[in-house]
T-cell receptor
Framework: EAQVTQNPRYLITVTGKKLTVTCSQN?????MSWYRQDPGLGLRQIYY???????DKGDVPEGYKVSRKEKRNFPLILESPSPNQTSLYFC???FGGGTQIYEQYFGPGTRLTVT | SQQGEEDPQALSIQEGENATMNCSYK?????LQWYRQNSGRGLVHLIL?????REKHSGRLRVTLDTSKKSSSLLITASRAADTASYFC?????????????FGTGTRLLVSP
């Protein structure tokens, strides 16, 4: 089954404790992206990756890191989480290429609470 | 970058009625997509309309795009209780990085049996 998986689905942590949210897709998609969703603000893009070893900042990259060492995986790293990073996080992937943009497939979400 | 604005923020209708939601944006776009999100879950792609298209259909969905007014609308005909969800427009702006999507704030649709 074609899917995007995220782990963990729920996480409660404390300020400053490094964490990683994993994202994996089995559709051989070139493009992957991370979003956060907050009430009243919609989805905002954190980082995206056009392919292996190619990443770029979205609209709200501060406090986050990403890496794309393999095509299928795109982990989101919070080196020192703060309470304002409490949010619902989504990973997404799609085919990519040139100037085209295709439908994105979303993971089920990770609800993160930083106390 | 801009964010799409959706109108209304919330919409409550009866089964069988049509639901129309609108998305407005500020800068030029290459294409615009609509997504559905069931409560707290991942978004599901519904339809994509390119900047050179004016209307597109998919089942009970009809999307229009008016680039002169910088707006798009999503019409769901003969709505069902299962259509209850939040709906988001997402657009790729011209002259931004490839594959950079900007989402609207969403419309919450409630369809009552």
């Amino acid at each position: 089954e074609a899917q995007v998986t995220q782990n963990p689905r729920y996480l409660i942590t404390v300020t400053g404790k490094k964490l990683t949210v994993t994202c994996s897709q089995n559709m051989n998609h070139e493009y992957m992206s991370w979003y956060r969703q907050d009430p009243g603000l919609g989805l905002r893009q954190i980082y995206y990756s056009m392919n292996v070893e190619v990443t770029d900042k979205g609209d709200v990259p501060e406090g986050y890191k990403v890496s794309r060492k393999e095509k299928r995986n795109f982990p989101l790293i919070l080196e020192s989480p703060s309470p304002n990073q409490t949010s619902l996080y989504f990973c997404a992937s799609s085919f990519g290429g040139g100037t085209q943009i295709y439908e994105q497939y979303f993971g089920p979400g990770t609800r993160l609470t930083v106390t | 970058s801009q964010q799409g604005e959706e109108d209304p923020q919330a919409l409550s209708i009866q089964e069988g009625e049509n639901a129309t939601m609108n998305c407005s944006y500020k800068t030029s776009i290459n294409n615009l997509q609509w997504y559905r999100q069931n409560s707290g879950r991942g978004l599901v792609h519904l339809i994509l309309i390119r900047s050179n298209e004016r209307e597109k259909h998919s089942g009970r969905l009809r999307v229009t795009l008016d680039t002169s007014k910088k707006s798009s609308s999503l019409l769901i005909t003969a709505s069902r209780a299962a259509d209850t969800a939040s709906y988001f427009c997402a657009m790729r702006e011209v002259n931004t990085g490839f594959q950079k999507l900007v989402f609207g704030t969403g419309t919450r649709l409630l369809v009552s049996p």
